[in-house]
């Protein structure tokens, strides 16, 4: 399997990383609540932060270098996979992700010794435009074409497991996202392609027919292409945030 994701993300810190993240003018309890370790119930704490970010996350925070979350802009995305019932070569250009800022948070689990952080989220709904170009073989059913795509998913719930680290820059201690592991089902899911088959109308609304009456084969065959991109994308976002406050700024004793 080979996954390829491209993401420009309005970041001007990435385009001079050697010089180092600029801070911000404001403290990190500016831009949301702080949670301190030795806190009994620190995974309510996280949790409580987390939802109050939420409208921060949704509109965007350039001086955090946080691109909006709803919607979600993703310049490029490619996915490629071989073998079996499923090869698949597919290119999306100008993906646009709604539904994202609309996430519940259903249970927070942080270990502050270990490092980790437990999300349980449910999204209600999620909404995929992109410009496809694909070709390759979903189930027994052959694909290609390349246009407007609209991918559609009800009740996404989302488990998601993430080891941080602790790296020290210029003396102090900063937290650092090192893998995500990112679970995801759905209740429903509906897929329509534009002019597959080079515009063969018959043949594109059977092939959108049998993905929709197979959604659940056809997602559970290629989700953990979407699940390595989300965790690609949380772990980036994630660092971006923590590039800007020390361990003890976000975390105090």
């Not at 259903?106 to 980790?116: F, I």
Request: glycine residues 6%; negative net charge; proline residues 5%.
């Amino acid at each position: 399997m080979e996954l390829l994701f491209y993401m420009i993300l309005l970041s001007p810190v990435l385009a001079s990383g050697a010089q180092g993240p600029k801070r911000p003018q404001k403290p990190a309890s500016a831009y949301f609540s702080i949670c301190h370790r030795s806190d009994p119930n620190i995974s309510g704490c996280i949790k409580n932060t987390i939802e109050d970010l939420r409208p921060t996350l949704i509109k965007g925070t350039p001086e955090l270098d946080l691109i909006p979350l709803d919607p979600l802009n993703i310049p490029r995305l490619e996915l490629r996979e071989g073998g079996g019932n499923f090869r698949f070569e597919q290119v999306l250009t100008n993906v646009t992700i709604h539904g994202l800022g609309a996430f519940k948070l259903l249970n927070v689990k942080a270990d502050t010794d270990n490092l980790t952080l437990d999300m349980h989220m449910l999204t209600p709904f999620m909404r995929f435009d992109a410009y496809y170009e694909m070709e390759g073989k979903v189930l027994v059913v052959p694909l290609s074409g390349k246009g407007d795509c609209v991918v559609n998913f009800t009740d996404v719930t989302t488990i998601a497991h993430t080891q941080l680290e602790l790296v020290t820059r210029d003396g102090d201690q900063y937290l650092n996202v090192q893998k995500v592991e990112w679970n995801i089902d759905a209740e429903n899911c509906h897929f329509h392609f534009n002019n597959l088959f080079g515009g063969d109308k018959a043949l594109g609304a059977n092939t959108n027919a049998f993905l929709n009456k197979n959604w659940r084969e056809a997602f559970d065959t290629f989700k953990y292409l979407a699940e390595e991109a989300f965790g690609i994308l949380f772990r980036d976002l994630t660092n971006r945030v923590y590039r800007h406050f020390t361990y003890k700024e976000l975390l105090p004793e």
